[in-house]
């Protein structure tokens, strides 16, 4: 039974340059949250995702914005990339919009020059 | 606003030795409070989830308790071994869509 996978691991991109990130969720999982992790912090809740439609949304501007797709997988992307963008960036899927455990990928590591 | 401390930032221990971490969170309303490990540059593995309604939950070695009234929970790690070193996380859900609001970890190191 595969966990919840993320693509790419590793991502170097230049300022203002577009990005865009991707997360399957655990088999039987029908909710994505995406969140940034800068370093030495936690983890900042960015979006959620349920029946194709963005639910809830934390404090980030526009140009983060993420799709889901039928067949529950995601995409993270975010445009105008700044050098403050580089991060750790966590996909957590779970069942329902309810307050079930939530399961997180490994992550993908972009770094903003 | 929801706000989440852990404390110490960092802790250094032998092996063999019980420790204790903290967490605290400004809101006691919450849904859940969840405990997470890290390692470094890794995502996030769960350790245990305790439901607004329960006191405390086990596994294995590690020992979570809530008191959702003061605010506080604990994790409590049984016979440290250098494998447990890893940065702890606390979580907390204050509402639905599982949006899980951070600490900033407890960077836990375990020597030989």
């Known amino acids: 039974d595969a966990g919840v996978t993320q693509s790419p691991t590793h991502l170097i991109k230049t300022r203002g340059q577009q990005v865009t990130l991707r997360c399957s969720p655990k088999?039987?999982?029908?909710?994505v949250s995406w969140y940034q992790q800068a370093l030495g912090q936690g983890p900042q809740f960015i979006f959620q995702?349920?029946?194709?439609?963005?639910?809830q949304r934390g404090n980030f501007p526009d140009r983060f914005s993420g799709h889901q797709f039928p067949n529950y997988s995601s995409e993270l992307n975010v445009n105008a990339l700044l050098l403050g963008d580089s991060a750790l960036y966590l996909c957590a899927s779970s069942l329902g919009q309810g307050n079930e455990k939530l399961f997180f990928g490994s992550g993908t590591q972009l770094s903003v020059l | 606003k929801q706000e989440v401390t852990q404390i110490p930032a960092a802790l250094s221990v032998p092996e063999g030795e019980n420790l204790v971490l903290n967490c605290s969170f400004t809101d006691s309303a919450i849904y859940n409070l969840q405990w997470f490990r890290q390692d470094p540059g890794k995502g996030l593995t769960s350790l245990l989830l305790?439901?607004?309604?329960?006191r405390e939950q086990t596994s294995g070695r590690l020992n979570a308790s809530l008191d959702k009234s003061s605010g506080r929970s604990t994790l409590y790690i049984a016979a440290s071994q250098p494998g447990d070193s890893a940065t702890y996380l606390c979580a907390v859900n204050t509402g639905t869509a599982s949006k899980l609001t951070f600490g900033t970890g407890t960077r836990l190191q375990v020597t030989l």
């Open positions: 995702y349920y029946e194709e439609e963005e639910r």
């Open positions: 305790i439901q607004s309604s329960q």
């Open positions: 088999s039987g999982h029908d909710t």
